[in-house]
T-cell receptor
Framework: AAGVIQSPRHLIKEKRETATLKCYPIPRHDTVYWYQQGPGQDPQFLISFYEKMQSDKGSIPDRFSAQQFSDYHSELNMSSLELGDSALYFC?????????????FGPGTRLTVL | GDSVTQMEGPVTLSEEAFLTINCTYTATGYPSLFWYVQYPGEGLQLLLKATKADDKGSNKGFEATYRKETTSFHLEKGSVQVSDSAVYFCALSTSNYGQNFVFGPGTRLSVLP
């Protein structure tokens, strides 16, 4: 079965650079979530989109922005990168329209900021 | 706000030992409860879930029962294997409309041969 796809899987950037992470949800899933997992920590919710509209916002820094496109894929844009942004970024998707709240996670993008 | 508490890790067990990882939650609504597992270097995988009180989720020998009276969702397995070594996250979701999950801090399990 198709899973959530994230690209790239690994990304190395320097301080003050920008990064764009992409997420392709499971087909027919209408909701996308972004999480940040620091080393040895639990995933922290950043932001979510339902039917291309922002549905919830968590601890996302102002330097980050995200959107969901007409084909339901989502991109997380990160600017002015800081060392503390080094983390594993997960995307998850769900088919919220049917009332199911199970989220399916992608493999994550490991971002390293030097 | 909503929160999830898990037992502190790491937990180290011998193969075939009995496993319990405690999880309790605080939620304003009526949550669905989940256990996710994260193997080294990989993403989160759903292990099991329960959506209402007294439901029992089970998968791969793991079980957890939704206990509303004690607000708990403890994970158990009768006989662990080396391949079960991973980090286990308890999580809740209180809405089915684009709402985020709240994760516990995770419990690292190491199973020794």
């Amino acid at each position: 079965a198709a899973g959530v796809i994230q690209s790239p899987r690994h990304l190395i950037k320097e301080k003050r650079e920008t990064a764009t992470l992409k997420c392709y949800p499971i087909p027919r899933h209408d909701t996308v979530y972004w999480y940040q997992q620091g080393p040895g920590q639990d995933p922290q919710f950043l932001i979510s989109f339902y039917e291309k509209m922002q549905s919830d916002k968590g601890s996302i820094p102002d330097r980050f922005s995200a959107q969901q496109f007409s084909d339901y894929h989502s991109e997380l844009n990160m600017s002015s990168l800081e060392l503390g942004d080094s983390a594993l970024y997960f995307c998850a998707s769900s088919h919220t329209g049917t009332g199911l709240d199970e989220q399916f996670f992608g493999p994550g993008t490991r971002l390293t900021v030097l | 706000g909503d929160s999830v508490t898990q037992m502190e890790g790491p937990v180290t067990l011998s193969e075939e030992a009995f496993l319990t990882i405690n999880c309790t939650y605080t939620a304003t609504g009526y949550p669905s409860l989940f256990w996710y597992v994260q193997y080294p270097g990989e993403g989160l995988q759903l292990l099991l879930k329960a959506t209402k009180a007294d439901d029992k989720g089970s998968n791969k020998g793991f079980e957890a029962t939704y206990r509303k009276e004690t607000t708990s969702f403890h994970l158990e397995k009768g006989s662990v294997q080396v391949s079960d070594s991973a980090v286990y996250f308890c999580a809740l979701s209180t809405s089915n409309y684009g709402q985020n999950f709240v994760f516990g801090p995770g419990t690292r399990l190491s199973v020794l041969p």
